[in-house]
């Protein structure tokens, strides 16, 4: 045994390898079975091993080869002066050799790169340019550079600007090529200027593009790989604007009672900003407004279609203001409400909300739920198609299109699967929504424009998780208008005074005294005083949610990716971490909410704008005029439609006389009226007197 000594030890060994071993010196801290702790590194080199190939070779050879050699010829001829170490266990002997050679750390973790791209950060292995000035390297794609610019560096005479410093790079410089770290064809000039090499050079052995080394005739270019990365020249890149996302997001969610998850839905809203939301079992009743549950300030148009005597089921759907959701149209016999949004190009989504209750299975709902989906997807064939919903069918396979289980009736399978076939849609939704069924459905007519369908967590103690669908269909979003708003707390009050004093003289002295003329006079005063006097500044108009923080953000982000883990793992681990999540997002937004609803109240009297705006919110809806029905049945939304509706029902009730044949009523009974005279005495006796007026 060895109690905390260090000691030096010669030993000749006689082994069959090819070479000798002169001196070895270690540095023992366990018992036997030595593992990366009893080796001790410093300086990238294992201290206290010395070990020479041969006599005649002069310089000892790298550490990494010095511990396998040692290793393998010492691991079963070990001896000491005093005592015997016993064989080397085999498993730690790899573990050893693993941990030692090729500089495997004992605790590896993401590096940052030695040469990283300027723009993305990531490594620079094949297609990259660097700067003559900086060394800094730069991705061809990050930069904007075609292939065939690429191609060209060093043979045109055009200039590019690193996006580093800013400095112009002439086309003159050699294009030269980084070999790869492994390739064991280079000589060692060369090797000193592979970027990938890690251990071999030190950062300040790297080339400039500018290097005389490069023209050398020990330089030998044919020598390297030609899908390595290249450092040169290249051309300026055009400037290109970023192309907007052209997708559309959709949530498909089971609320199981939306009375108290109004703020949770905020959040949600806030951290994946859907464009529609389709929701099941809202539980709710014409008593709750849905500007209680969905805030005005988000700016969402939303339909419901709630149950008249049932405090559960209930379905609804809410797009934003400027995808004008219209052609409402609500089910009297199932729960289901469909309507149309505007896309971009002129074209239009049909979106519709389902809900079947686990026992409607009888033949009468099932026709009837079939007929009504049947009549609205012919109405609109030349529209997207797209329903969404808890249709409770965990008994088929929609990738296969059977029937795997027996839950339900052989019939109300059947009958969702002949609906879908008929009217040529899709089941996209590939993932099981609670435990482990596919409950919560989505059915297109145009699968292909699917980008991405995930699960996102729960709302509240909703046991189906939220189906989240992107598609390639771009809403239409009419560009922010900018507007100009007056600060007038920093205008110049004294100065407007003056100006308007001295306008006093100018106003008098106006030739044509029209009223027109007068009033155009008086305005185009008062508005150069304001736009010289009051400063001012341009806002989009983006609303900010008023009480959801970086904190609470924060923590939806750790409960996506927390119950992305159990999904995948199933372990109980990452599930209890994923409730516990789950329960400290709630806490955080019911305190947040509380906060902002104490700031609201205390302060009433000091700014009661922000009082009396929030009460207004939650006592009306601000929708304008309701949506109207047109002659086809159809509930219209958006300004036009309702403004044409309104057109035609006011016309309906004027009477069409015929101008050319006006009746003969004979003489009139009554005198005939004087004239009425208006004069400037008359006028201003009056204003004079406005209580007889």
């Known amino acids: 045994m060895f109690y905390y000594t260090v000691f030096m030890l010669t030993l000749i060994l006689w082994t069959r390898q090819a070479f000798t071993v002169h001196q070895v010196i270690l540095t023992p801290q366990h018992k036997y079975k030595p593992t990366h702790q009893d080796c001790i590194y410093k300086n990238n080199a294992l201290e206290g091993v010395n070990i020479y190939l041969s006599e ?77 000035d900086c060394d800094k390297w730069t991705h061809r794609n990050c930069i904007g550079m075609s292939t065939s610019e690429y191609s060209n560096l060093g043979k045109s005479e055009d200039t590019w600007t690193c996006p580093s410093c800013c400095k112009p790079n002439n086309s003159s410089t050699k294009i030269y090529f980084i070999p790869n770290g492994d390739d064991s064809k280079h000589s060692i000039q060369n090797i000193s200027t592979n970027p990938l090499m890690m251990d071999s050079i030190s950062e300040a052995s790297i080339p400039s593009t500018s290097d005389s080394s490069i023209n050398s005739p020990s330089f030998n270019t044919t020598s390297f790989s030609t899908d390595i990365p290249i450092m040169t020249s290249s051309p300026k890149p055009t400037k290109t604007k970023p192309a907007t996302k052209k997708q559309l997001r959709i949530l498909n969610i089971n609320f199981q009672s939306l009375r108290k998850k109004g703020k949770l839905l905020e959040a949600i809203i806030e951290s994946t900003e859907p464009d529609v939301i389709i929701g099941t079992e809202t539980w709710l009743d014409p008593n709750i407004k849905s500007s209680e549950i969905i805030p005005d300030y988000f700016h969402y148009d939303t339909e419901r279609r709630d149950r008249p005597k049932d405090p559960h089921g209930g379905v609804l759907i809410a797009a934003k203001q400027t995808l004008q959701l ?45 007929d009504e989906i049947n009549n609205i997807r012919a109405k609109h064939q030349k529209d997207i198609f797209l329903i969404g919903g808890d249709f409770n069918l965990p008994d088929i396979n929609w990738a ?45 007519s145009h699968p292909s424009f699917k980008l991405r369908c995930k ?25 922010p208008v900018r507007r100009k708003i007056f600060l007038w707390k920093k205008a110049e009050i004294h100065n407007i005074k003056e100006d308007l004093q001295n306008f006093i003289t100018t106003f008098k002295n106006i030739k044509d005294r029209s009223v027109e003329s007068l009033w155009q006079a008086f305005k185009t005063a008062v508005q150069t005083t304001i736009e010289k006097r009051v400063p001012t500044k341009m806002t989009l108009g983006r609303n900010t949610h008023p009480w959801i923080n970086t904190t609470i953000r924060r923590k939806i982000n750790q409960k996506q990716k927390a119950h992305k883990k159990a999904r995948k793992t199933k372990k109980k681990r990452d599930k209890d971490r994923y409730k516990r999540l789950q329960q400290e997002v709630q806490w955080e937004v019911r305190q947040a909410n509380k906060k902002y609803m104490e700031e609201v109240s205390s302060d009433y009297r000091d700014n009661a704008k922000k009082f009396w705006s929030y009460i207004k919110s939650k006592g009306q809806e601000w929708t304008g005029v309701a949506p109207l029905k047109n002659k086809m049945g159809f509930l219209q939304s958006d300004n036009k439609s309702k403004a044409d509706i309104l057109n035609d029902q006011f016309q309906s009730v004027f009477t069409k006389e015929n101008l050319n044949n006006f009746p003969d009523k004979g003489k009139s009974p009554y005198s005939t009226m004087k004239d009425i005279k208006i004069s400037t005495n008359g006028v201003h006796k009056l204003l004079k007197k406005p209580e007889t007026a």
Not at 85 to 102: A, C, D, G, M
Not at 417 to 428: F, M, R, T, Y
Not at 459 to 471: A, Q, R
């Open 455 to 479: 699960p996102l967590p729960s709302i509240g103690n909703s046991d189906h998780d939220i189906v989240l669908l992107d598609m390639a269909c771009k809403p239409l979003k009419p560009k």
């Open 400 to 444: 296969e299109q059977t029937i795997d289980h027996r839950q339900y009736p052989t019939r109300t399978n059947q009958t969702f699967l002949e609906l879908v076939a008929d009217n040529g849609l899709e089941q996209i939704v590939d993932f099981p929504t609670r435990k482990e069924n596919t409950l919560d459905l989505l059915l297109t």
């Open 56 to 132: 005649h070779h002069l310089s000892p050879v790298t550490s990494s080869v010095q511990t396998y050699y040692w290793i393998k010829s010492c691991k079963k001829h070990i001896q000491l002066t005093q005592q015997k170490f016993k064989t080397v266990h085999e498993r730690s002997t790899h573990r050893l050799i693993l941990l030692l050679l090729s500089g495997i750390e004992t605790n590896p973790g993401p590096r940052r790169p030695r040469f990283p791209c300027t723009i993305c950060q990531k490594a620079c292995k094949i297609e990259s340019i660097a700067c003559d």
């Open 326 to 370: 219209g052609n409402i149209i609500k089910s009297t016999e199932i729960e289901l409400l469909t309507g149309t949004i505007n896309l971009e190009g002129k074209k239009k989504m049909l979106i519709g909300a389902f809900y079947r209750p686990p026992d409607k299975t009888d033949d009468t709902y099932l026709n009837k739920m079939k």
